[in-house]
């Protein structure tokens, strides 16, 4: 009997009379199905969150505390089988899902949880004789959370559970991708006590995605949205706050450059980008896709990278990584070709279609790691997200070339520098734009205490640490006579 995902609403699981298909990219054959939400079942999850508010916003902060722990606890004991989830539903590997994903999911948990119970205003001194006042931190309402597929458990945690510390409640619109995945969020949350209605799950087929969402942004419960995915769906998502005059977090997608400075050490730099480039198979926001080289460096980088490839190559009949859909790799299939025929070659890999000639039939969506040289700044290649284990080099003179290529598109969101002088590198980071710079490590880095989003087209707003848990709060001021 095939699985069927429920959604997750007042603390029930929902089995829906529609359904869709989740494919698994390692066999691109269905894995399982899952619930598929309409408009309604959406609005119902907004007034569940909405009901358990009250009661939700007046629990002591230790309270919430303990819960979020709890949680944190099962999601540990159930890892193994969560990332198996995420193997199954996006293809990522052992290292990504068991190594990376869920245990920073985990740790993003217990560190905003322990944050809960350093909340506070504050007591300014104000300008009238006999006037005192307050500043509060309050809990805003009922949060709805967007977040894609790539990294499940990090985005679903760090969307409901900042939420929840703050004393919010939310609802995750998970991606269709990944229903598991944020199933499992949901049920752990659930197993460790969160009352009927703090947290509700909701799945939905990608026609009806937009009519789903629509319907919660302008329920008037909804007091704030919080969005992860590309740019383009971004654009909608804010219109449509914009309307109806709803704040909402951007984290968005990413085209990140990693500058190599002619004293870099090689070896840390070839380590670097090749990580930054093909960890979870280049499908991170914060992934490598430009490698802006010192002109001086470029031939013995360049030949360092190679041998790099060539000693931490696979076997022969290792199947290489995956990727999420048949639609994604027909996409970077069109970008290489397109970069082919404008003059660029590889440095490293060839195109999906060459790769596969030599594959198996049955095996999935795969695609070889490649890396191009002898681009141009016009190629969509190294204008557009790739989100793929594909990366484009691209030479420099001075370092004025280096930022003017790296700030150069309409991204900001992770960097890096590689060099062996550190007032060279902080000097470079100034100038970048970006929500994070790097130096002498890949542009893929996200951890609790540190502040995660973007400029530009990617996005506003942050997760994670101080400033992530206050994105959840409002302040409100309160004067009195004495």
């Not at 740790?107 to 004789?129: F, H, K």
């Not at 654009?235 to 984290?251: D, F, H, T, V, Y």
Request: charged share 20%; glycine share 8%.
């Amino acid at each position: 009997m095939t699985t069927n995902i429920p959604l997750l609403i007042n603390g029930q699981e929902e089995h829906t009379a529609s359904t869709f298909s989740v494919i698994s990219p390692y066999t691109n054959e269905q894995c399982w199905t899952s619930s598929s939400a309409t408009p309604q079942d959406a609005i119902r999850a907004v007034e569940a969150a909405d009901a358990a508010f009250p009661a939700w916003s007046q629990t002591k902060p230790t309270t919430r505390r303990d819960l979020l722990l709890k949680a944190a606890d099962l999601l540990e004991q159930r890892l193994e089988q969560n990332a198996e989830y995420m193997r199954t539903e996006m293809g990522a590997d052992v290292g990504a899902s068991q190594g990376f994903v869920v245990p920073l999911a985990i740790r993003m948990l217990r560190d905003v949880a322990g944050r809960i119970t350093s909340i506070c205003g504050s007591v300014p001194v104000v300008e009238a004789e006999g006037q005192r006042a307050m500043v509060l931190k309050e809990a805003m309402g009922v949060i709805l959370g967007i977040v894609p597929w790539n990294a499940p458990y990090v985005f679903g945690i760090r969307s409901a559970a900042c939420a929840l510390a703050a004393g919010n409640t939310t609802i995750l619109k998970s991606s269709e991708l990944t229903p598991r995945c944020y199933w499992a969020i949901g049920r752990a949350f659930e197993d460790a006590g969160l009352p009927a209605g703090c947290l509700n799950i909701i799945h939905c087929r990608p026609t009806d995605a937009a009519d789903v969402v629509n319907a919660m942004i302008e329920h008037p419960a909804v007091r704030k949205i919080n969005f992860t995915g590309s740019t383009a769906v971004g654009r909608k998502i804010a219109r449509s706050c914009g309307q109806n005059l709803k704040p909402c977090l951007m984290e968005l997608g990413g085209k990140n450059s990693s500058i190599v400075c002619q004293d870099a050490d090689l070896d840390t730099a070839v380590q670097g980008v090749l990580a930054g480039a093909f960890l979870n198979s280049g499908q991170i926001c914060m992934a490598t896709d430009r490698i802006l080289i010192h002109t001086s460096i470029a031939e013995p980088f360049t030949t360092a990278l190679q041998k790099a490839l060539a000693t931490t190559s696979p076997d022969p009949t290792t199947l290489p990584p995956t990727l999420v859909n048949t639609a994604s790799k027909a996409r970077i299939q069109t970008l290489l070709t397109n970069a082919l025929a404008s003059g660029a070659h590889f440095i490293s890999g060839s195109t999906p279609a060459d790769v596969d000639a030599t594959l198996p039939s049955g095996c999935g969506v795969r695609m070889a790691p490649a890396i191009l040289g002898g681009v141009s700044e016009d190629m969509p290649v190294w204008q557009e997200e790739a989100f793929a284990s594909v990366a484009a080099c691209m030479t420099f003179d001075s370092e004025e070339e280096a930022i003017r290529l790296a700030n150069g598109s309409g991204y900001g969101l992770s960097a890096s520098v590689f060099t062996e002088d550190l007032r060279r590198g902080f000097a470079l980071a100034r100038r970048i734009q970006s929500g994070a710079v790097h130096i002498n490590s890949m542009s893929i880095h996200d951890e609790p205490v540190l502040p995660h989003g973007g400029v530009k087209n990617s996005g506003w707003g942050r997760f994670n640490a101080e400033e992530g848990l206050n994105e959840f709060l409002s302040t409100k001021s309160v004067t009195w006579m004495d």
